[in-house]
């Protein structure tokens, strides 16, 4: 029976798209995207040539030409299609490995006259990538679900499929002649419903009988059209208008700062007719970690890289970039979008806590975090402090508040034994990006995760506030029992907290996390933030406020950002700095609420109590009652 793919809704055979009469691709999209419904659904559809396919949903198109009786897997067009924009101007290999010290294309095409564009016509007469992995067939279906998601839908203005609406293409690759191995590599591109964004990976299985290190690869290189074209060498170059975001991120807060370790903007040496006269206009954009992975796979083990997105942007204009990201966030990491109302409670004492539940019940908030200097103790294994604190949860689930607490993970030193070790001293302290931070392929690491998930699962909590997430170190130890060494260690570092994200996410445990770790399960992380500004004297801190969520909002959504409102005084500033007594400064208090909620943003009001009086409590309910009512239009 002929391997079949689908075409719109339809599935027919692969045989009879390359070398019959196959449905033309629908007409683009039409209207606003923004404003109107996208009617259109993403498919795989034959294109103008018997060996072309195309990725399509109406509003961008992705076309390749795959043969496999040449071998040639290679992607010959990126367009968008909303103004008829071709973005790519040369062809490039659909990924880069380097295995066993050796570096090899994957499909590609040679052989292009010109660099500055390419013409469909020139395509037939290039030839594939030498030495490259050869093209052999391909397939497609719905998208799966990248790790499980049970989502608290009470927190959520608005529902988002998951796994996202769309379709999955796979095209198999084997290993070139003599390479020494084998094996079997597959790159996979996903394109959403209503979605101006594709997204692409891959993997790699060792199906032979002998070992085999992938050392370094490339999942994503694209020759993009340059956003300007520059004699001189222009110290602030233009980039084309794409969002480029992975699933490979290190300490950051927002997008472009996480994606530094993989996301590159390069010059194209082998485009020698651009106008840069030193040829370094950025026009190529490649995706590579900066260091391993460094993986050894044994026979029948398969790699997976990290994940690449790309979102086509329409141009400059801030409120539809805004809103495309938005668009894109909502879409394919929807727990994002639960913004629960966050009580920050200084004590945990058992006692401290039941009140703080009670009067965040009375109110309306909806998330109770043990805080940090609270006594909270997520490491604590003991069955009596367990049991404490699933009493506390099961108490706070009576009311319908989530409860959880604080744990520091990095910025902090847990011995010189499991450290992460610094490279050129080979001792800890000196580089990290904390000044020190634990190793999470040490042997601590395997005790503190596995303390974290039999805390959730032993008492019921369902929030965690991961302070001080795995911020991208290295670690030179060859004695860790998680990674060899230097060249793997930052990999395994990244799979063991992203593994944990997922299995959180997966368990409906909301992570407050102040790092950008969303496509791996976050909820949130802070809009906007430095300490030292809620030691100021109150009415700065309102200003302050205001103008971390309008920046914050820029590049994220209202939900994906958390502020600070210090009840109490916190890090100084004395009784100018906060807000307590709460009946005493209740017009203050009043503005911060309607500040942060008329926003769609939650922020963490860290203190011992919501309210102190009947005139405080009746304020705070009533802004807590006049958002939930409007939550849909403010988190919009």
Same mark, same amino acid.
């Given at each position: 029976?002929?391997?079949?793919?689908?075409?719109?809704?339809?599935?027919?055979?692969?045989?009879?798209?390359?070398?019959?009469?196959?449905?033309?691709?629908?007409?683009?999209?039409?209207? $606003?995207?923004?404003?109107?419904?996208?009617?259109?659904?993403?498919?795989?559809?034959?294109?103008?040539?018997?060996?072309?396919?195309?990725?399509?949903?109406?509003?961008?198109? #992705?076309?390749?030409?795959?043969?496999?009786?040449?071998?040639?897997?290679?992607?010959?067009?990126?367009?968008? %299609?909303? $103004?008829?924009?071709?973005?790519?101007?040369?062809?490039?290999?659909?990924?880069?490995?380097?295995?066993?010290?050796?570096?090899?294309?994957?499909?590609?095409?040679?052989?292009?006259?010109?660099?500055?564009?390419?013409?469909?016509?020139?395509?037939?007469?290039?030839?594939?990538?030498?030495?490259?992995?050869?093209?052999?067939?391909?397939? &497609?279906?719905?998208?799966?679900?990248?790790?499980?998601?049970?989502?608290?839908?009470?927190?959520?203005?608005?529902?988002?499929?998951?796994?996202?609406?769309?379709?999955?293409?796979?095209?198999?690759?084997?290993?070139?002649?003599?390479?020494?191995?084998?094996?079997?590599?597959?790159?996979?591109?996903?394109?959403?419903?209503?979605? /101006?964004?594709?997204?692409?990976?891959?993997?790699?299985?060792?199906?032979?009988?002998?070992?085999?290190?992938?050392?370094?690869?490339?999942?994503?290189?694209?020759?993009?059209?340059?956003?300007?074209?520059?004699?001189?060498?222009?110290?602030?170059?233009?980039?084309?208008?794409?969002?480029?975001?992975?699933?490979?991120?290190?300490?950051?807060?927002?997008?472009?700062?996480?994606?530094?370790?993989?996301?590159?903007? %390069?010059?194209?040496?082998?485009?020698?007719?651009?106008?840069?006269?030193?040829?370094?206009?950025?026009?190529?954009?490649?995706?590579?970690?900066?260091?391993?992975?460094?993986?050894? %796979?044994?026979?029948?083990?398969?790699?997976?890289?990290?994940?690449?997105?790309?979102?086509?942007?329409?141009?400059?204009?801030?409120?539809?970039?805004?809103?495309?990201?938005?668009?894109? !966030?909502?879409?394919?990491?929807?727990?994002?979008?639960?913004?629960?109302?966050?009580?920050?409670?200084?004590?945990?004492?058992? /006692?401290?806590?039941?009140?703080?539940?009670?009067?965040?019940?009375?109110?309306?908030?909806?998330?109770?975090?043990?805080?940090?200097?609270?006594?909270? $103790?997520?490491?604590?294994?003991?069955?009596? !402090?367990?049991?404490?604190?699933?009493?506390?949860?099961?108490?706070?689930?009576?009311?319908?508040?989530?409860?959880?607490?604080? &744990?520091?993970?990095?910025?902090?030193?847990?011995?010189?034994?499991?450290?992460?070790?610094?490279?050129?001293?080979?001792?800890?302290?000196?580089?990290?990006?904390?000044?020190?931070?634990?190793?999470?392929?040490?042997?601590?690491?395997?005790? !503190?995760?596995?303390?974290?998930?039999?805390?959730?699962?032993?008492?019921?909590?369902?929030?965690?506030?991961?302070?001080?997430?795995?911020?991208?170190?290295?670690?030179?130890?060859?004695?860790?029992?998680?990674?060899?060494?230097?060249?793997?260690?930052?990999?395994?570092?990244?799979?063991?907290?992203?593994?944990?994200?997922?299995?959180?996410?997966? #368990?409906?445990? !909301?992570?407050?996390?102040?790092?950008?770790?969303?496509?791996?399960?976050?909820?949130?992380?802070?809009?906007?933030?430095?300490?030292?500004?809620?030691?100021?004297?109150?009415?700065?801190?309102?200003?302050?406020?205001?103008?971390?969520?309008?920046?914050?909002?820029?590049?994220?959504?209202?939900?994906?950002?958390?502020?600070?409102?210090?009840? =109490?005084?916190?890090?100084?500033?004395?009784?100018?700095? =906060?807000?307590?007594?709460?009946?005493?400064?209740?017009?203050?208090?009043?503005?911060?609420?309607?500040?942060?909620?008329?926003?769609?943003?939650?922020?963490?009001?860290?203190?011992? #109590?919501?309210?102190?009086?009947?005139?405080?409590?009746?304020?705070?309910?009533?802004?807590?009652?006049?958002?939930?009512?409007? #939550?849909?239009?403010?988190?919009?």
């Amino acid at each position: 029976m002929p391997k079949r793919i689908r075409i719109g809704l339809a599935l027919i055979p692969v045989a009879a798209v390359l070398a019959g009469d196959p449905p033309t691709i629908p007409a683009p999209q039409g209207g $606003d995207w923004l404003v109107a419904p996208v009617t259109r659904t993403a498919g795989v559809y034959a294109g103008v040539h018997p060996s072309e396919v195309a990725l399509d949903n109406g509003l961008i198109r #992705r076309s390749f030409r795959l043969d496999a009786a040449a071998g040639v897997g290679a992607c010959i067009s990126f367009e968008d %299609l909303r $103004d008829g924009r071709q973005l790519l101007r040369a062809v490039r290999p659909e990924a880069d490995v380097t295995i066993d010290g050796k570096a090899t294309p994957v499909g590609g095409l040679v052989g292009q006259p010109i660099g500055n564009y390419l013409l469909p016509a020139w395509i037939s007469g290039m030839k594939p990538t030498p030495g490259a992995w050869r093209f052999v067939s391909y397939e &497609s279906g719905p998208i799966e679900a990248r790790f499980a998601y049970a989502p608290r839908k009470a927190w959520v203005s608005r529902e988002s499929a998951w796994p996202p609406k769309g379709v999955h293409l796979q095209l198999r690759f084997s290993p070139p002649e003599g390479a020494g191995y084998s094996g079997e590599l597959i790159v996979h591109y996903e394109m959403y419903d209503g979605l /101006p964004v594709v997204c692409k990976w891959f993997n790699l299985k060792n199906r032979g009988s002998t070992a085999f290190k992938v050392d370094t690869f490339a999942s994503e290189s694209l020759a993009f059209v340059e956003a300007e074209s520059s004699v001189d060498v222009n110290p602030r170059p233009a980039l084309p208008d794409v969002h480029i975001e992975t699933d490979f991120t290190t300490v950051a807060m927002m997008p472009e700062v996480a994606q530094r370790e993989t996301v590159r903007w %390069l010059p194209d040496p082998a485009y020698t007719t651009q106008v840069g006269y030193d040829l370094k206009t950025p026009c190529l954009m490649e995706c590579r970690p900066s260091v391993g992975p460094a993986r050894v %796979l044994k026979p029948g083990e398969t790699f997976e890289s990290f994940r690449t997105w790309i979102l086509v942007q329409e141009g400059k204009d801030q409120t539809r970039r805004t809103l495309a990201l938005g668009r894109m !966030y909502r879409t394919l990491a929807p727990w994002s979008q639960e913004n629960p109302l966050i009580f920050h409670v200084r004590s945990a004492d058992p /006692p401290a806590v039941r009140a703080a539940i009670d009067q965040a019940a009375e109110v309306g908030f909806e998330l109770l975090i043990m805080t940090f200097g609270s006594g909270f $103790d997520i490491e604590n294994t003991t069955p009596e !402090y367990r049991k404490k604190i699933k009493d506390l949860a099961d108490y706070a689930h009576s009311k319908g508040i989530a409860l959880g607490g604080y &744990s520091l993970l990095a910025s902090r030193s847990v011995g010189a034994d499991d450290d992460v070790v610094n490279p050129k001293t080979g001792k800890p302290g000196g580089f990290a990006i904390f000044g020190n931070s634990p190793c999470l392929g040490s042997a601590w690491a395997d005790r !503190y995760f596995h303390a974290l998930t039999t805390f959730y699962e032993e008492t019921g909590c369902d929030v965690l506030e991961h302070d001080g997430s795995y911020p991208g170190d290295v670690c030179a130890s060859t004695k860790h029992p998680g990674h060899a060494g230097l060249e793997d260690s930052r990999w395994t570092q990244w799979e063991r907290i992203t593994g944990f994200y997922r299995w959180c996410r997966g #368990r409906g445990v !909301y992570l407050n996390v102040p790092d950008w770790y969303f496509m791996n399960g976050a909820n949130k992380t802070g809009m906007g933030y430095r300490e030292t500004n809620w030691s100021l004297p109150r009415e700065q801190q309102e200003i302050i406020e205001r103008q971390n969520i309008a920046d914050g909002t820029r590049f994220k959504t209202p939900s994906m950002g958390w502020m600070f409102v210090p009840l =109490t005084e916190y890090q100084g500033g004395g009784a100018a700095a =906060t807000i307590e007594p709460l009946k005493e400064h209740l017009d203050h208090y009043e503005r911060r609420l309607q500040n942060l909620l008329g926003a769609g943003v939650q922020a963490c009001f860290r203190g011992p #109590r919501l309210f102190d009086a009947p005139e405080t409590k009746a304020m705070v309910a009533k802004w807590v009652g006049w958002y939930k009512a409007r #939550r849909a239009i403010l988190e919009s």
